[in-house]
C-alpha cells in the first residue's frame, strides 16, 4: 500500500510530484510535431510539385533531398542539421561583421524536424497526386480552368482521401521523432521522463507513465485520423 502511495506521490501534478513535469512534456512534444508537421507539409507539398513539374534540374535536386533525407538516421540529422546550421549561420553573420547568435532550442526543433519530415511528405504527396484520375485533370483544362483553379478544384479534394493514410502515419512518425530534440536541449516528454527518473532514481516508474502519455496520443490521434478519413471519403464506395 506504501509502494502505490508512493508512487502516486511522485507521480502528483503539484510538486514535489513530477505528474506536471511529463504533461508540459507532453504538450511541448504535440507543439513541437504540430509545427514540425505543418512545416514539413508545406515543405513536401511543393517538393511533390516541383518533381512532378517536368523541369529536371529541380527534379534531381529534389531527388537528391529526399533520398539522403529517407537513407540518414534522423538523430545524425538532427544532430548535423543543429549544429551545421548554426555554425553556418554564424558565418555568415560573421562575414557581414555581426555578432553570433544562439539559434533557439524550439525553432531549431520544429525546422529540423519539419525538413525531414517535408521529404516524406513530398513522397506521400507525390504518390497521392499521381493516384488522381488523368481524366479529371483533362476535364478540368477543357473547361478553361487555369492552373491554380484546377489545383484548388479538382487537385486538392482529389489528393486528399489517397493522402491521409500517409499523413496518419508521417504524424505518428513525428511524435516519436520528437524524442530525439532532447540532444539540442530543448525538453519534451522523453527528456522530461528522464529528468524525473535520474532526480527519484525511479526509472521505470516515468518512464513506463511517459510511454503511457504516447499511448492517449497515439489513441486520440488516431480516432481523429479516422474521422477526418471518414469525412473526406464521404459518397465514396467502401474497399473490400
Known sequence: MSSSSSILDMLSISPPGWGGVLITGAFATLFISFGAYLFGMVLGLFGALGKLSGFAPLQYALNVYTTIVRAVPELILIVS??????????????????????????????????????????????????????????????FGMRPGLRFRRIVLPALIPNALPGFANLWMSVIKDSALIAVVGY??????????????????????????????????????????????????????
Do not use: C, H, W
Not at 532550442?105 to 519539419?114: D, E, M, R, T
Not at 529528468?195 to 499511448?215: E, P
Not at 471519403?233 to 474497399?239: E, S
Open 81 to 142: 542539421l543543429y549544429y551545421a546550421g548554426t555554425d553556418g549561420l554564424n558565418r555568415i553573420l560573421a562575414m557581414a561583421d555581426l555578432g553570433p547568435v544562439e539559434v533557439n532550442g524550439l525553432v531549431a526543433a520544429i525546422a529540423v524536424l519539419g525538413f525531414v519530415q517535408g521529404a516524406y511528405m513530398t513522397e506521400v504527396l507525390r504518390g497521392a497526386i499521381l493516384a488522381i484520375p488523368v481524366g479529371q485533370l483533362e476535364a478540368a483544362k477543357a
Open 187 to 240: 525538453q519534451e516528454l522523453a527528456l522530461a521522463a528522464r529528468v524525473a527518473a535520474s532526480n527519484t532514481k525511479q526509472y521505470m516508474v516515468f518512464f513506463l507513465a511517459a510511454a503511457a502519455l504516447y499511448l492517449v496520443i497515439t489513441i486520440l490521434s488516431n480516432l481523429l485520423f479516422s474521422a477526418l478519413e471518414a469525412y473526406f471519403r464521404r459518397g465514396q464506395r467502401p474497399v473490400a
